[in-house]
């Protein structure tokens, strides 16, 4: 069964710090992956999308990475805000199937 | 430009009630999916939806239906509403291109409905 996981489940760090966010994928066989952000009350916003071809991807303080064989793809956030706090989910649409399997997600606390 | 909206926001239903969920985006777009999202798990796919008139199942299916009589409206049906299906509710839509580009796309996510079924 293909499955996307995010340890940890939750993460508090302070502001300022550089910090990663984790995301594992069970196949390797995959079209692309993509990391989006959710806020309380709110819809889930795109942030980086990295095809299988692609090492990593950059937008501002984000920095997406993509090692296929391993099964992995980290999100550092550089030089992290209490603004950065919000659940951050990985999803991942393997060769197999059109639709994005998606991870629970890891709830990301910046403390000023 | 609303991009995704969802209504209601929040709802209480007892079992075996039924309800209807509306989706609508603005942005003219051509596929459309209902999630619901669980503590603890990811976002899991409910139904979709290529174009007017047309739905698909995704991987839980089972106690919801589904309609797209308008391109810009996707509705999200419980017939008889149980306990299991207490959940956040997510709609979300993307263009719909043709081809390799079709996985390419972002999808764009309304804010979600918060259900609880007593």
């Known amino acids: 069964k293909q499955e996307v996981t995010q340890i940890p489940a939750a993460l508090s760090v302070p502001e300022g710090e550089n910090l990663v966010l984790n995301c594992s994928f069970t196949?390797?066989?995959?079209?692309?992956l993509q990391w989006f952000r959710q806020d309380p009350g709110k819809g889930l916003t795109s942030l980086l999308l990295?095809?299988?071809s692609q090492r990593e991807q950059t937008s501002g303080r984000l920095n997406a990475s993509l090692d296929k064989s391993s099964g992995r793809s980290t999100l550092y956030i550089a030089a992290s805000q209490p603004g950065d706090s919000a659940t951050y989910l990985c999803?991942?649409?393997?060769?197999?199937?059109?639709?994005?399997?998606w991870g629970a997600g890891t709830k990301l606390i910046i403390k000023p | 430009n609303a991009g995704v909206t969802q209504t209601p926001k929040f709802r209480v239903l007892k079992t075996g009630q039924s309800m209807t969920l509306l989706c609508a985006q603005d942005?003219?777009?051509?596929?459309m999916y209902w999630y619901r999202q669980d503590p603890g798990m990811g976002l899991r796919l409910i139904h979709y939806?290529?174009?007017?008139?047309?739905?698909a199942k995704g991987e839980v299916p089972d106690g919801y239906n589904v309609s797209r009589l308008k391109k810009q409206n996707f509705l999200l049906g419980l017939e008889s509403a149980a306990p299991s299906q207490t959940s956040v509710y997510f709609c979300?839509?993307?263009?719909?291109?043709?081809?390799?580009?079709?996985?390419?796309?972002?999808?764009?996510f309304g804010p979600g409905t918060r259900l609880l079924v007593l």
């Open positions: 979300a839509s993307t263009r719909g291109l043709s081809g390799s580009l079709r996985h390419q796309e972002t999808q764009y």
């Open positions: 942005m003219n777009h051509e596929y």
């Open positions: 939806s290529v174009g007017e008139g047309t739905t």
């Open positions: 196949d390797s066989a995959i079209y692309n």
């Open positions: 990295i095809q299988s």
């Open positions: 999803a991942v649409r393997f060769d197999s199937n059109y639709q994005l399997i």
